[in-house]
């Protein structure tokens, strides 16, 4: 699945884009979920509730209000690991693609050697990085959560809830899958908690501190669990 968002004012060129998308990613036999944007700043708001919902974003340059480049680095701020790429009708603007980390440029009128070039190499990054994300699925979607986003997970019964710097997501799972499935940068502290160990913060008592949250250690799980915090901690 490759998660896609569309940026540009006009609802033409959005149109005409998607269609190339959808078509070559068919052939590819490639699954993708697209997102329109009209504007810098409707992009920006929807991202601050949706992190880590796109994987690649198309981003018109020449857009009124917030352009294309101010809107990439307002989101390169806020993550390393999203896919950029403008799409122009100018030159100018190729070599400050540098400062964000731009995937590539896409010169208007699209054309389908150019958009099949980027979504090669956009696939390839995701497959480089898949080591590097959690997955998880709820009925709000497939989310890609980078790991060294993730402070903890917490279990109740058969909900898992993911804690990272900016959000919380819930889904169902057992906590030793989810375990295997993130390694071992995280610790087991307690039958109910699996923590990122590099995230704690100190440990007090029979407690990890991660930002203002104190989560208990059990007796079982406190040998492990502070051998690999303090592994962390000195790295």
Not at 3 to 22: F, K, N, P, V, Y
Not at 75 to 99: I, M
Request: charged share 25%; net charge negative; aromatic share 8%.
């Amino acid at each position: 699945m490759l998660r896609i968002g569309i940026c540009d004012d006009s609802a033409e060129a959005r149109l005409g884009l998607r269609a190339m998308l959808e078509r070559l990613l068919d052939k590819r036999a490639v699954e993708c979920q697209i997102y329109e944007f009209s504007s810098g700043e409707g992009l920006l708001g929807w991202m601050e509730k949706h992190t880590g919902e796109i994987d690649l974003v198309f981003l018109d340059i020449e857009m009124g209000g917030l352009n294309g480049m101010e809107a990439a680095k307002a989101l390169r701020e806020r993550s390393d690991a999203l896919q950029l790429v403008f799409v122009t009708g100018y030159t100018d603007f190729v070599f400050d693609g540098y400062a964000v980390g731009a995937l590539g440029y896409v010169m208007k009128p699209p054309q389908p050697e150019q958009i099949g070039d980027v979504l090669t190499r956009a696939l390839a990054a995701q497959f480089n990085e898949a080591d590097k994300v959690f997955l998880c699925r709820n009925t709000d979607g497939l989310f890609r959560i980078p790991k060294k986003s993730i402070r903890y997970f917490y279990s109740d019964r058969r909900q898992v809830t993911c804690v990272t710097d900016t959000r919380r997501l819930t889904f169902y799972a057992r906590l030793d899958d989810v375990a295997e499935a993130v390694g071992a940068a995280f610790v087991r502290i307690h039958q109910r908690y699996l923590v990122r160990a590099g995230a704690v913060d100190r440990v007090e008592g029979g407690t990890v501190v991660i930002g203002e949250e104190k989560l208990p250690i059990s007796r079982s799980c406190q040998p492990t669990a502070l051998a690999a915090i303090a592994r962390a901690m000195l790295e």
